[in-house]
């Protein structure tokens, strides 16, 4: 362990009142500040934020925290929470100790010959569910809905921040999405980032979702779309991975059951949100603040998917 992850083993065994073997990062994904947790009779993944961030939208780990312990309660494919604390007791931040959920990552599923349609239909059930939870049971207290047109101002405040010369075409995305954006409906629970990237499987069956950081209150189709973008990037299996492999947008709209206009317009909105989302992540990472050089690989993609928006609003 390096003096930093030593610190994190001490303040939690104290935080939690037991022994904790040992603590290390976890390599797979973007998920920031993520480890593994060796307790004397179980592993557990511990979510901690950034050193210093604002306890605020994706840092708020304590409000991670609450979903997952909610929805967890009412049975539903979401780890359970061991322990948190909303006071900087473990580095000097705020913590989430959940279980390891057994599982195979869509790599490995996908590996082991899993059926696209499968992977699918399991994903759109345990997104059923998740729609049909009470906005009160969802752990995001008195939290209002986001209205579409504060979803696109969302990710527009990002793309704005993206690098110019990969992102041109953004700004015409967003006025065709503004112009032409559909009415909201009944707000429903929305992870936010519902791919398979962000899931464990068994055989072809979802056995968690995890990384509840943009979770919030909004429009139902917003997490179906998620499911359909896929990164098309330098061509890795991780990337393949992320969206409903073998499986067109079409396809997943008929077995969710989505109005064709409306599904159009929010698979749009989805492929504006995640060029902005890479575009700000490789602007971060261009100026240091966050160096991680994989966005790098991903510049076609940005342009890709502002071009895929655009060809679904012609």
Known sequence: MTGVEELIRADLASAVRQPVLDVRPIPEGHSGFTYWVELDSRRAVLR??????????????????????????????VPAILAMS??????????????????????????????P???AGSAILV??????????????GGESAVALRAELSRWAWLMERAPGELTGAAPALAERLAARMPSDRSPVLVHGDYHFGNMLFRGQRVTAVLDWEIAELGHPLLDLCCLCVVFQGAGDAQERGWGAPG???????????ADPAEFRWTLALT??????????NLMLHRRGKRPDPSYEGRTTTIIGFIEAGMGLLP
């Open 117 to 119: 349609v499968q992977l």
């Open 271 to 280: 492929f504006y949100k995640y060029a902005a989302i890479l575009g700000y």
């Open 48 to 77: 901690l934020p950034p050193p210093g961030a604002r306890i605020a939208g994706p840092a708020d780990i304590p409000r991670q925290g609450r979903i997952m312990e909610s929805l967890h309660a009412q049975g539903l494919p």
């Open 127 to 140: 997104l059923r569910a998740f729609q049909a939870v009470p906005s009160n049971r969802t752990g995001m």
């Open 86 to 115: 909303p006071e900087p007791v473990v580095d000097g931040r705020p913590f989430v100790l959940m279980e390891a959920v057994q599982g195979q990552r869509i790599e490995e599923a996908v590996a082991a010959g899993a059926d």
């Open 247 to 257: 499986l067109a947008p079409e396809a997943v709209r008929e077995m969710f059951g």
